[in-house]
């Protein structure tokens, strides 16, 4: 079976939501990292001089290879991806190996496409 790692970089009140979407679209889990921090092109600064960086959320998401673009689509809709550059992204990635999901691989077979 094919795989493809979805990375999305998003706010972390959106977190949520960009996981149901995902689920619903196909996808049978995540992991989430929270808290991390990032710099855009142009540094946002607040009162003092400090510079903000506001708390986001890194979901992975392993899908199999057929389900990845309608689970992608998903993220991107309910995280609004493409709202703002401030939204967000999402990237796909080939995923060349993976070990450790021979229960999910049973899952994904016995569900339709």
């Not at 990375?7 to 196909?26: C, K, P, W, Y």
């Not at 989430?32 to 986001?56: D, L, S, V, W």
């Not at 309910?78 to 990237?91: F, H, N, P, V």
Request: aromatic residues 8%; proline residues 2%; hydrophobic residues 45%.
């Amino acid at each position: 079976m094919d795989f493809k790692l979805i990375m999305v970089f998003v706010d972390q009140e959106r977190t949520d939501i960009v996981l149901d979407a995902a689920r619903d679209a196909g996808a049978t889990g995540a992991t989430i990292i929270n808290n991390a921090q990032g710099r855009g092109h142009k540094p946002h600064y607040t009162f003092f001089g400090f510079e903000f960086m506001g708390a986001r959320s890194v979901v992975l998401i392993l899908v199999e290879a057929s389900r990845s673009r309608g689970v992608l689509d998903a993220v991107c809709a309910a995280g609004k991806l493409d709202e703002s550059k401030e939204t967000g992204i999402a990237i796909e990635l080939d995923v060349a190996q993976a070990v450790g999901l021979q229960e999910h691989i049973e899952f994904l077979r016995q569900q339709p496409k």
